[in-house]
């Protein structure tokens, strides 16, 4: 089969790495793949060579691509192509790219209530094929040496990567008043409140508490309404977990954007820079214990946990119904419910000083990765929907 990957913008690089690692397990596995980066000024020209000699199938992620399209409409439409796209983020995020008019639309997503939240919204109703496919581990070529005297000269604690964001803003405050925006606010209130609350249950529960009920129409109408609600729960719940840890002296090297101020107030924690995704790949080989905080995927898994692993790091994560399916709590995966997230930093302080516990986390998930989270993992999945779509 033949594919053109985009290869787009990325904050710290790591959605390209997924495109250019994606790329090199579906050549692994006989396609034919070329790379589209849409970065360079001469974009245009690749972009339109691509188009003169079409594949079987365009890729890009987080819906890059999608608008592709002329005075007739959808440029795949009429090269007969199939477009396929994996969102790492929440549906609410990405409206107008997921509503494009594209007949053979394959869109993967991150998150299996991402996925029930796209089959009752009308106007996700376009997707020729929606499914769940978290990112597979982003590698380094070099083998990871999983032994214990290894893992022993790690010098790096605990890792955390990624923006803090702040305290979170609510973005509906300055609308006017609606009973939208009471919903909205109720909506964030109760993820707030609830760590494993998706926004779809979040709606039809401050809906039923009205004496409502959520109709097609009415999800139609509030879909554009609830991006500020589930931005607030992300950040809520990041923000108050970080507290948690500056508080009780977590030890934590912390690199991303937006961490003066946090690091400048929590000692305990040492600030590295704003940083790369591959810059964290080589501090990964570094570390013993990698925190993740899953950016309100209730029921998915972020990227960082796998490649966490496949470098030979544990993990210590709020949970998911995926990881509780995808991993042996307490030997490949530590997790905490938010509803006991006063007690993180206490569970992450005795993991950090047991090593040799540590130790055999950090084994038995690197196995488990190595053996079903890599990219190679995904490219079959996603080859077997396109062919679907076909």
Known sequence: MRFVLFKGQSQYGSLRLHIDQLAEALRQQEHDVRVVDLEPPERMAAINAALADPPDCFFGIGGVGSDLRNASGSVYDQLGAVYATLYVDHPVHHVPRITASIRRYVAFFLDRSHVQFLAGWPGARGLAVRSFLPPGANELPEPVDASDEAFARRDIPLLFTGTYRGPPQPGWAAWEESPAKEVVGEIAGRMAADGALPILDALKASLASRGGQLTPELFDQFVPLLQPAQAFAEAY??????????????????????????????????????????????????????????????????????????????????????????????????????????????????????????????????????????????????????????
């Open 237 to 390: 719940h990041r923000d108050a977990l970080l507290h948690a840890l500056g508080r009780a002296g977590v030890p934590m090297h912390v690199y991303g954007n937006g961490w003066e101020a946090l690091t400048a107030l929590y000692p305990s924690f040492v600030y590295g820079g704003v940083g790369s995704f591959e810059e964290t790949m080589r501090l990964l080989r570094r570390t013993r214990l990698v925190l993740n905080t899953n950016n309100g995927f209730v029921a998915g898994g972020h990227e960082r946990v796998f490649t966490a692993m496949c470098a030979g790091a544990a993990v210590f994560s709020d949970a998911s119904k995926y990881y509780a399916e995808a991993f042996k709590e307490g030997r490949e995966i530590v997790t905490f419910p938010w509803s006991r997230m006063a007690g993180a930093p206490e569970q992450l302080l005795a993991l950090m000083d047991d090593t040799p516990r540590l130790a055999g986390i950090a084994r038995g998930g690197h196995k488990r990765a190595m053996a079903e989270h890599r990219w190679s993992d995904r490219a079959s999945k996603i080859v077997k929907a396109v062919k679907q779509a076909r």
